[in-house]
C-alpha cells in the first residue's frame, strides 16, 4: 500500500535549534506539498514541488523557514532558527499533479520548548 | 479566489444517527471536489471525490453529490458509528493549472455510543 513517509513523527526542541523535516513522497508522485496544522490557523499551505521544482512557497516565512527536494524520492522542511510559535503538526503530501487530490503523510508534530 | 465554507463543528450524533455536513463552494471553471477525513493523531485521507456536476462520489456508507446549481457537495451518511469520529475537510480542485486544493476549515464530529 503506497504511502507518503514522514520523519520524525514527533519532534521536541529548544528554542534556537535547527529542525529538519523529511518526506519520503509515493513513488511515481511529481508533486509534493508541505502543509502546517495548528489549532488556531487549521490547516496552512507553506510550499508546494513539482518535478522538484518550486511552485510556490509565499506560505512560508521567508526568514527561518526553507523547503527542498534534493531528488525525487526526499522532500525537507528546514526551520533555523526554531521558535516556540513553530509548534505544530507539519505535513507532507504527494499528487499527480498540482491540481489533483493530494495523498498526506501522518504528520510530525513539533514542539519548541 | 476560489473559497470552501464548511458548516462550523463540533457537531455530536448518537450512534446510527444520519450525518449532513454541509460545503459550498465559490470557484470559476469546473472543479473538482473532494471531502478527506482526519482522524486522532492522522493525516488527511481521501475519503471521496467527484469530478464533474451531478456526479457522486461514495466510500465507506459516505455519499456526496456534486451540485453545479447550488454550488455545493454535502457530505452524508445514514447511520453513523462511533468509529466516524474524526475531522471532516471540504476541499476543491484549483481553477488554474498550478493552485492546489483548496481546504475548508474542517467540521469535527463527535459520535457518542
Known amino acids: 500500500d503506497a504511502r507518503v513517509t514522514q520523519t520524525p513523527r514527533d519532534k521536541v526542541t529548544e528554542m534556537g535549534q535547527e529542525v529538519t523535516m523529511r518526506c519520503q513522497p509515493i513513488?511515481?508522485?511529481?508533486?509534493v506539498f508541505w502543509y502546517r496544522q495548528t489549532m488556531m490557523q487549521g490547516l496552512e499551505l507553506l510550499a508546494y514541488?513539482?518535478?522538484?521544482?518550486?511552485?510556490?512557497d509565499s506560505g512560508m516565512p521567508k526568514d527561518r523557514f526553507s523547503a527542498e527536494m534534493p531528488d525525487a524520492t526526499l522532500a525537507t522542511l528546514k526551520i533555523q532558527p526554531s521558535e516556540p510559535r513553530d509548534s505544530a503538526v507539519y505535513f507532507c503530501a504527494s499528487g499527480k499533479g498540482v491540481r489533483t487530490e493530494a495523498f498526506f503523510g501522518q504528520g510530525t508534530r513539533l514542539t519548541v520548548v | 479566489g476560489d473559497s470552501v465554507t464548511q458548516m462550523e463543528g463540533p457537531v455530536t450524533l448518537s450512534e446510527e444517527a444520519f450525518l449532513t455536513i454541509n460545503c459550498t463552494y465559490t470557484a470559476t471553471g469546473y472543479p473538482s471536489l473532494f471531502w478527506y477525513v482526519q482522524y486522532p493523531g492522522e493525516g488527511l485521507q481521501l475519503l471521496l471525490k467527484?469530478?464533474?456536476?451531478?456526479d457522486k462520489g461514495s466510500n465507506k456508507g459516505f455519499e456526496a453529490t456534486y451540485r453545479k446549481e447550488t454550488t455545493s457537495f454535502h457530505l452524508e451518511k445514514g447511520s453513523v458509528q462511533v468509529s466516524d469520529s474524526a475531522v471532516y475537510f471540504c476541499a476543491l480542485s484549483g481553477s488554474s493549472g498550478n493552485t492546489p486544493l483548496v481546504f475548508g476549515k474542517g467540521t469535527r464530529l463527535s459520535v457518542i455510543a
Open positions: 514541488f513539482r518535478n522538484r521544482a518550486p511552485l510556490d
Open positions: 513513488l511515481g508522485h511529481n508533486t
Open positions: 467527484a469530478t464533474k456536476a451531478d
